[in-house]
T-cell receptor, first 112, second 113 residues
Framework: QKEVEQNSGPLSVPEGAIASLNCTYSDRGSQSFFWYRQYSGKSPELIMFIYSNGDKEDGRFTAQLNKASQYVSLLIRDSQPSDSATYLCAVRGYSGGNKLVFGAGTILRVKS | AAGVIQSPRHLIKEKRETATLKCYPIPRHDTVYWYQQGPGQDPQFLISFYEKMQSDKGSIPDRFSAQQFSDYHSELNMSSLELGDSALYFC????????????FGPGTRLTVT
């Protein structure tokens, strides 16, 4: 079992809809949580980070963290075709220094 | 805003050759990380440096070595290359006192033939 689990998708949503991406992690001591967007052949781009339980909003993106359930999610409002990419959930663990452990990523497709 | 710079962007090597990848972090960032991403896989952590000292080590083969220099740039040296080393190699940087957010460079695509 991977330390960070994501549904590989693809997740298909119509343009203008809300896309909901989910991630679970196994290290209960994990400290920091990140969402990266990666287009094919390109580098991961940091879009959100969250350190405390609850919601964090930035523009069309909302990250949600529930440490008790070891669950982190990303909501994308008003989804656009340009949001079509792979979304990587990454976790910085308690015992693993500052390295990031990534999930396998969820492919998001926004249909116009 | 300045980003992480990596060179070269593409590299083709033959088996058993050596390769050196370079990374220039975002100005004022003091920590550098190296990740390897194989086709269809998620990035895997290799090694990191904070203030020129190795800070963490992941699944880096013994054939690979890395260091961070006084100007904070880092180099990943890869020897006795194997076909399985073909991958995207990303460097990321962060500023420790400002949190743990890591910003990735554009990557070096290494092809071993």
């Amino acid at each position: 079992q991977k330390e960070v689990e994501q549904n590989s998708g693809p997740l298909s949503v119509p343009e203008g809809a809300i896309a909901s991406l989910n991630c679970t992690y196994s290290d209960r001591g994990s400290q920091s949580f990140f969402w990266y967007r990666q287009y094919s052949g390109k580098s991961p781009e940091l879009i959100m980070f969250i350190y405390s339980n609850g919601d964090k909003e930035d523009g069309r993106f909302t990250a949600q963290l529930n440490k008790a359930s070891q669950y982190v999610s990303l909501l994308i409002r008003d989804s656009q075709p340009s949001d079509s990419a792979t979304y990587l959930c990454a976790v910085r663990g308690y015992s693993g220094g500052n390295k990031l452990v990534f999930g396998a990523g969820t492919i998001l497709r926004v249909k116009s | 805003a300045a980003g992480v710079i990596q060179s070269p962007r593409h590299l083709i090597k033959e088996k058993r050759e050596t390769a050196t990848l370079k990374c220039y972090p975002i100005p004022r960032h003091d920590t550098v990380y190296w990740y390897q991403q194989g086709p269809g896989q998620d990035p895997q952590f290799l090694i990191s440096f904070y203030e020129k000292m190795q800070s963490d080590k992941g699944s880096i083969p013994d054939r690979f070595s890395a260091q961070q220099f006084s100007d904070y740039h880092s180099e990943l040296n890869m020897s006795s290359l194997e076909l399985g080393d073909s991958a995207l190699y990303f460097c990321a940087s962060s500023f420790m006192d400002r949190g743990y957010e890591q910003y990735f460079g554009p990557g070096t695509r290494l092809t071993v033939t």
